[in-house]
């Protein structure tokens, strides 16, 4: 397996682009991409997306993102794994280049969320919950966070405040990141006191639907040192699945999917968690925040609220998450987001993060996770 | 660059499975390919669908069939490029294969179609077009393609039985296919007096849509002599895209994208054209059966018709084609069908072909074409 390196990067943004279309996205985000690489093409384009055709409609978006990118004729295909369609991809792109079918690879993750509102927009996203068991009942993906908050409050004896800590930590940081959609603050103990979307998710709980796009250039860790001065090595990926529906798991509390991506990463990477300088997860809800935290072995079982509640995942903490402001803060521009995470730890680690930046920043990891835990992908990155 | 065999092989019949959804045709044909290479797990698991989210309702399909399947907990995301996903997903897996990032993969294409008729199939299938610049205009794909189809007749002076021969050749062979859709006898004469669906394209000459799941099982080509008496080696690949809307072509009636993919793939195989014992190309109408013949190099241009006319393509011709009822008559599960192509593909590899049977099959070539030829993934297999 050859060594793979990210060599650009790009985003746009992330907001409500009402006067864009997801080609003008994906083509804004790609050439900012091929002008840090410092170069004019590539040999196979993967794009992430996951509601394009519900939202948008519009599928057979990976020829469409090629031509408005000017790689028309590029070998491409598009990737789907809900809210870890972007970490699904990369992990495509990584396998292009590492079998050497291709020596370059742009991954590019685009959503376009404002092309609905209300409620025909949840019910466009709420595809990819199960259809037979959790839509056709009426679940969204905010009321089943609900349900699993619910259940870790009773079960661990947690209160509501326990989990303000995350969503104050992706503000801090996303009022700092001129790309985030959301760069408010947000007062300790103005949390509880937030409208209820589905309770005990708040509206300071749950990330925001957004347009957006993001992508990152790979080749050969070999090229990509003759390419540009500071090539980001990818040294380790894994992914695992779960149960679609919620019901289906033995265990609400616990992401295996997580815990085994996460295992697979570190390993392959030979890489320990005290090596990790800064972790960009899934905070869609609050909720997965701390169970991500607890699947991935950064805190004990029931004990992942702690970390964001004694100040750990700061910029300046022990394990800084969210850097750049997480779903939360910066926005989840759903297919995109796992792209965007690629972005920001590259930025990270190459010492460009500006106001952003964690300290001595060498290992990264970034997961991202789709629905509720039911897919999940896992790569570490290294200067 | 690892090679890679396909050493299981499933799928389920073709048509209207108004009693089964996504996840258990999916099921059916996972655990045909995994009895038929005699193992019970995979390592990653790719699935190939187009229109689950618009049709079905349900996206996110990868966790919801690996569980389904009995692989809860793989590696598993979904790919997508409309009619082409299935030869997406071959691509993607032969790639995690070839990178050393995983043993074994199961690429796994479905459709159901089924889930929802007349007019608002269309529109949830029409999502592949250019939202921008086709759909919204009121095209279709049997439109966009009548429109190539007058175009080739009055460029090349053909009239509209030059094309019969496609659908009585896939007629011939899907009657004895005991997975075919439509298993009835094309008569000469009769294709042009059938219904026009869009004035050329007929009921006789437009694929119809279906409910399907197919699935190969890829490992190492030093592994697979090992585990399975037959393997069949998959000997070069080749991926191309071109512009989504047909009016952005500068050539309507050639199709790039296959060109560039099938000689991609030709020259990975080292393998010329009059090597090649049979194809399984992409007949979701005549017209781009005839196109993809001429731009794969099989005739000249403007005169693919002819081998359909001349007997060429039957299965004791010179170039046997939908050997099995291409989408014509074995019916096309969009996204499921590129995978459809290699089952069968593989079957005549290994001589198990029954009726269809091509005489002293030792090279196949399968070509996935995405719309109008907005992408194309062309393999090579060999025994």
């Known amino acids: 397996m050859r060594d793979v390196a990210i060599i650009g990067i790009g985003q746009t943004p992330v907001g409500e682009h009402w006067q864009l279309g997801l080609r003008d996205l994906a083509a804004d985000a790609a050439q900012a991409a091929l002008q840090d690489a410092g170069i004019d093409s590539v040999e196979s384009l993967i794009v992430a997306n996951a ?9 057979h978006l990976a020829p469409l993102v090629a031509d408005f990118a000017g790689l028309r004729g590029v070998e491409t295909f598009a990737v789907e794994a809900a809210e870890a369609s972007g970490g699904a991809a990369l992990r495509a792109g990584v396998m292009a280049v590492a079998s050497g079918a291709v020596e ?54 947690v209160e509501l405040a326990a989990f303000e800590g995350f969503s104050i930590n992706a503000h801090a940081n996303g009022a700092k990141n001129p790309n985030a959609m959301y760069r408010n603050l947000i007062k300790p103990g103005a949390f509880g006191k937030a409208p209820m979307i589905a309770d005990p998710v708040s509206l300071f709980d749950g990330a925001p639907d957004a347009d957006g796009a993001a992508a990152v250039i790979l080749t050969t860790a070999e ?26 798991r033995d265990d609400l509390l616990w992401l295996r999917a997580v815990e085994r991506s996460t295992e697979q990463a570190l390993q392959r990477a030979a890489v320990a968690r005290e090596q990790i300088n800064l972790v960009e997860l899934t905070d869609t809800f609050t909720i997965l925040a701390a169970l991500s935290l607890e699947a991935s072995g950064f805190a004990p079982r029931g004990e992942g609220w702690r970390l964001a509640q004694d100040g750990s995942i700061g910029l300046a903490g ?66």
């Not at 509601?51 to 599928?59: E, K, L, N, R």
């Not at 466009?124 to 009321?143: F, H, I, K, N, Y």
């Open 318 to 383: 022990r394990l800084p998450i969210s850097t750049f402001g997480g779903l939360k803060s910066r926005g989840n521009p759903v297919g995109a987001t796992g792209v965007y995470q690629a972005v920001e730890a590259v930025l990270q680690l190459r010492g460009a993060g500006g106001a952003n930046q964690v300290p001595n920043a060498q290992i990264a990891m970034i997961q991202s996770v789709g629905g509720l835990g039911s897919t999940a992908f896992t790569h570490i990155l290294s200067t």
């Open 51 to 59: 509601f394009g055709a519900t939202i948008s409609s519009q599928s």
């Open 104 to 157: 370059t690879a742009l991954v590019l993750g685009v959503e376009k969320a404002s092309d609905m509102i209300g409620a025909a927009r949840v019910r466009a996203r709420t595809v990819s919950l199960d259809a037979d068991d959790e839509a056709v009942q009426g679940a969204t993906l905010p009321a089943l966070a609900a349900l699993l908050m619910r259940r870790y409050m009773v079960e661990y004896g």
């Open 223 to 248: 090229r990509a040192g003759d390419l540009v001065p500071q090539p980001v090595r990818i040294i380790g990926g894994g992914a695992s699945s779960d149960t679609l529906a919620l019901a289906e």
